[in-house]
């Protein structure tokens, strides 16, 4: 099992904390890791867009002008696409963008993304954010003390921790996610993934 040093809020050692190779010590597979981010980047698209064939833009059931003896190009309608006010042609229509990728997948991605932060050094645990308050202050001290000024930071806590969520909100860098939020996007977007110690247990009851 891989041992990580545990910090506390005020950046010292606090310990270590041994987890398992089956989630933090995997070779990271880079093409799901991919194919998982790309597939919640495409369910975020509304896939809201349309456009009106000209079946279904509204008028134009006369005839413009007769089929001969004007001189002029035979139309049907003035709704065809070629006039102004007509149909588009091969415009967009609403959609789902939806991707579909496995359940083990989508597991597979983030013990890759966990193990990949691990071995660039880029995962911090913190023994608890043990904020009596919701306070700013508290929080923006805790990141100084360790040494993550001015990185995107993506702060990972417990379910019901209502004052970590309220220190942490205000912070423009950091990132907050619920232990029962996980993903892949959110694990790699960052500099650095911090994490509380008792929220690691957790991860590692669903991934493993």
């Not at 456009?51 to 008028?59: A, E, Q, S």
Request: charged fraction near 25%; aromatic fraction near 6%.
């Amino acid at each position: 099992m891989a041992t990580i040093e545990i910090k506390d809020v005020k950046g010292a050692a606090a310990g270590t904390v041994d987890v398992n190779d089956a989630v933090f010590g995997i070779e990271p597979n880079v093409p799901v890791m991919h194919r998982t981010v790309k597939a919640q980047q495409a369910s975020w698209r509304q896939g809201t867009a349309n456009t009106r064939t000209r079946g279904m833009v509204r008028g134009g059931g006369k005839k413009p002008w007769r089929q001969k003896g004007t001189g002029r190009a035979r139309q049907g309608t003035i709704r065809a696409p070629q006039w102004t006010g007509g149909g588009t042609v091969f415009g967009p229509h609403t959609r789902s963008y939806d991707q579909k990728v496995n359940k083990k997948e989508i597991k597979l991605a983030m013990r890759s993304a966990l193990s990949a932060k691990l071995a660039d050094g880029e995962l911090v645990v913190v023994k608890d954010f043990d904020f009596e308050k919701p306070r700013t202050k508290d929080a923006v001290a805790l990141i100084k003390a360790l040494g993550l000024e001015g990185k995107r930071i993506t702060v990972v806590i417990g379910n019901e921790d209502i004052e970590a969520f309220l220190s942490f909100r205000n912070i423009p860098e950091v990132n907050i996610l619920p232990v029962g939020d996980i993903n892949t996007y959110e694990l790699i977007d960052n500099k650095v993934l911090v994490i509380a110690e008792p929220c690691l247990a957790r991860i590692e009851e669903v991934l493993a």
